[in-house]
C-alpha cells in the first residue's frame, strides 16, 4: 500500500482552516497531520511532525507566513505550497519573498466564484505535485533565533568555464517551478550597466504574476519592468523585460511583440515563443538560458537558438528545484552548456562584457 502525503496546514482563520483540511480528507492519498494558526506554531509542527508538504498562508499573526517559510527552509527543508488571497501590492510582494525563499509553488484562496469542485480539484493537484519536488535548504534565509534578522552570505569568488567568444546582442532567458529565487540570484550578479537587454518569461500562476516585474526591480541594481508591444529592443540594454501575465512575449523586426495567442504547453506566456523569436531575430547574437521549471516548454525553442548558433545555456540538476525544462531541452540536443545556479550570472556577464570589448577596439 503507497503511504500518504503528510500536510500540515497553515491559516490563522479557522474558517478557511477547517475548508482547506475537508478538502485534503476527500483524497486518500492525503493526510493532516497538523494544523497551524501562526508562523511560529508552524515552525512547531514543522519541527515536531516533519510533514511531506506545508501549506503555508502569507498574512499570519505572532509570525508572518514569510518568515516562516524562510526559517522552515533553512532549518528543515520542506516543500511549501502557498495558499494566499493576496491581492494588494505589499501582500504581493510578500509572496514573492517566499518564493525566493524556497516555496515552490502559490495558490489563490477560494474567491467563492469558481465552479463546483474546480478550486478544490486545483488545490489536490498542486499539493500532490509540490510534495514530491525535492528541496534544499536555503542559506539565504539562515536566522539566528527567532526574530532575529537575517544575515546575508558575502559572495564567492567563481571559476566560470571557459566561454565562447562572440559579439552578442541579446539574453532570453524562461524559468518556471522555483524561478522567482533562481532569476534573482542571476541578476543580483549581473553589473550595472550591464550592456545588453534581458527578456525573462516566468511562469507563475495568476493572480500572482500582477507585480512580480515590480518585486523584482526593487531588489536588484538592473531595472525591470513588463514589455511595452511595440518597443524596440535595442533601446532596451540595461534592462530586464518581462513577459506580463496571460501575454506571449517574442522579437519581430527589432521590437518587442505581445500576443495573445492560444496557449503552448498550458502556458501563456510561453518560453519556446520566446527563444523561437529570438533565434529566428538574433540567431548567432542571442544567448538563451532555460532555468529550473516543471515540464518541456522551452526545451524546443532552445534548440532553435543553438541550431542557428546562438549560446544555449541550461541549469544543471543539482541546483534546479525541478529539473523538468532544462532536462527536456538536454535530451533534444538543445544545451550546449550546464552550468549550477550560481554560474550563470557570473557567465552571462563575461558574455556580455564581451560586447564592450568589441566596441573599444
Excluded at 492519498?29 to 494558526?37: H, I
Excluded at 515552525?43 to 514569510?66: F, K, N, Q, W
Excluded at 466564484?113 to 505535485?129: H, M, N, P, S, Y
Excluded at 538536454?330 to 550563470?344: H, K, T, W
Aim: with cysteine.
Amino acid at each position: 500500500m503507497m503511504a500518504t502525503i503528510r500536510v500540515l496546514v497553515v491559516e490563522d482563520s479557522l474558517t478557511v482552516r477547517r475548508r482547506l483540511c475537508d478538502v485534503l480528507a476527500t483524497d486518500p492519498a492525503l493526510e493532516v497531520v497538523g494544523e497551524a494558526r501562526d508562523g511560529k506554531q508552524a515552525i512547531e509542527s514543522c519541527h515536531a511532525l516533519r510533514p511531506d508538504v506545508v501549506t503555508m498562508d502569507m498574512m499570519l499573526p505572532v509570525m508572518s507566513g514569510l518568515s516562516a517559510t524562510e526559517y522552515i527552509m533553512a532549518h528543515c527543508p520542506t516543500p511549501i505550497l502557498v495558499v494566499s488571497s493576496s491581492t494588494n501590492r505589499g501582500e504581493l510582494f510578500k509572496t514573492y519573498e517566499a518564493l525566493a525563499a524556497g516555496a515552490v509553488d502559490v495558490l489563490e484562496k477560494p474567491q467563492g466564484t469558481e465552479a463546483d469542485g474546480v478550486w478544490e480539484r486545483q488545490f489536490i493537484a498542486t499539493v500532490k505535485l509540490v510534495s514530491r519536488i525535492r528541496v534544499v535548504t536555503h542559506l539565504r534565509a539562515r536566522l539566528g533565533p527567532l526574530g532575529q534578522p537575517r544575515i546575508e552570505s558575502p559572495p564567492t569568488a567563481l571559476r566560470v568555464p571557459s566561454l565562447p567568444r562572440h559579439n552578442y546582442e541579446l539574453v532570453a532567458i524562461g524559468a518556471s517551478t522555483g524561478g522567482p529565487a533562481a532569476i534573482l540570484e542571476i541578476l543580483r550578479a549581473l553589473p550595472s550597466p550591464f550592456p545588453l537587454p534581458v527578456l525573462f518569461v516566468l511562469h507563475i500562476n495568476e493572480p500572482f504574476g500582477a507585480a512580480f516585474a515590480e518585486w523584482l526591480d526593487s531588489q536588484t541594481k538592473i531595472p525591470v519592468s513588463y514589455a511595452q508591444d511595440g518597443d524596440l529592443v535595442s533601446v532596451q540594454a540595461g534592462r530586464v523585460i518581462m513577459a506580463p501575465p496571460e501575454f506571449h512575449l517574442m522579437v519581430r523586426n527589432g521590437r518587442l511583440r505581445l500576443t495573445q495567442d492560444p496557449m503552448r504547453h498550458s502556458c501563456r506566456p510561453s518560453v519556446d515563443t520566446l527563444f523561437e523569436s529570438v533565434a529566428r531575430e538574433y540567431g548567432p547574437l542571442a544567448i538563451a538560458c532555460l532555468l529550473t521549471g516543471m515540464g518541456r516548454d522551452g526545451a524546443a525553442g532552445l534548440l532553435e537558438v543553438r541550431r542557428a548558433g546562438g549560446l544555449t545555456i541550461g541549469q544543471d540538476e543539482a541546483t534546479s528545484i525541478v529539473y523538468g525544462m532544462p532536462r527536456e531541452a538536454a535530451i533534444l540536443g538543445g544545451v550546449e552548456r550546464e552550468l549550477p545556479l550560481n554560474q550563470i550570472g557570473p557567465a552571462l556577464s563575461t558574455l556580455a562584457a564581451q560586447k564592450d570589448e568589441v566596441r573599444l577596439r
